[in-house]
């Protein structure tokens, strides 16, 4: 799934641990597509048949999770916000295992489309390089402009939800941080 699907939980979630700059939950949200960035730069993951097993593998996913809320926790002194961002950072692998794999990787400025490659083989691996692959693959059956309306439509209403939370707080007169 893309950064505005993920980025939706995190707004939602932002009610439930006014502590948390939103910046943070954000960032939770999307930290699995980072590290593959910095991975696959690293050397460390290289993608194709091999999947993204440090980033997105499903245990190595636990374990980013917990390492995440243990630190949250610990910094805001706050077990219900270490909880709350140990599972945005789940909450990635959960909504890549509905959405991948994800067959429309290119798209072509000069045709204005996304070249397909449908259907692809499971990406996401539950343990380790050679581990089997899982992902239930809704990308390969509804087309890119579906699945960007979809991503869209999770983002208002994640949206919509943090900024009832916004006026709330300015109607109660309390400050947000971030
Ligand atoms: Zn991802």
């Known amino acids: 799934m893309g950064p505005l699907g993920h980025f939706s939980l995190g707004l939602v979630a932002k009610p439930a641990v006014p502590k948390v700059p939103l910046g943070i939950l954000l960032l ?26 440090w980033s997105h593998g499903l245990f190595m996913s636990v374990i980013w999770s917990v390492l995440a809320a243990l630190l949250t926790a610990r910094i805001y002194r706050d077990h219900r916000a270490g909880v ?5 950072v789940f909450s990635h692998w959960v909504l890549d295992f509905v959405s991948h794999p994800i067959p429309f990787s290119s798209f072509s400025w000069r045709s204005w489309q996304w070249s397909y490659g449908h259907p692809l083989p499971s990406d996401l691996p539950l343990l380790f390089g050679g581990s089997p692959k899982v992902g239930l693959g809704l990308y390969n059956s509804i087309s890119a402009v579906e699945a960007t ?10 949206s919509a939800v943090y900024a ?5 707080q300015r109607k109660a007169g309390r400050s947000l941080p971030g």
Do not use: H, N
């Not at 999307?30 to 993204?52: N, P, R, T, Y």
């Not at 309306?149 to 994640?158: D, Q, S, V, Y």
């Not at 009832?164 to 709330?168: A, C, D, G, N, R």
């Open 84 to 88: 709350v961002v140990g599972l945005l």
């Open 149 to 158: 309306a979809l991503e869209l439509g999770m983002f208002i209403l994640g």
């Open 164 to 168: 009832t939370y916004v006026s709330k």
């Open 28 to 53: 939770a949200t999307w930290i699995f597509d980072v590290l593959a960035i910095a991975f696959g730069l690293a050397g460390i993951e290289k993608g194709g048949s091999a999947g993204l097993p």
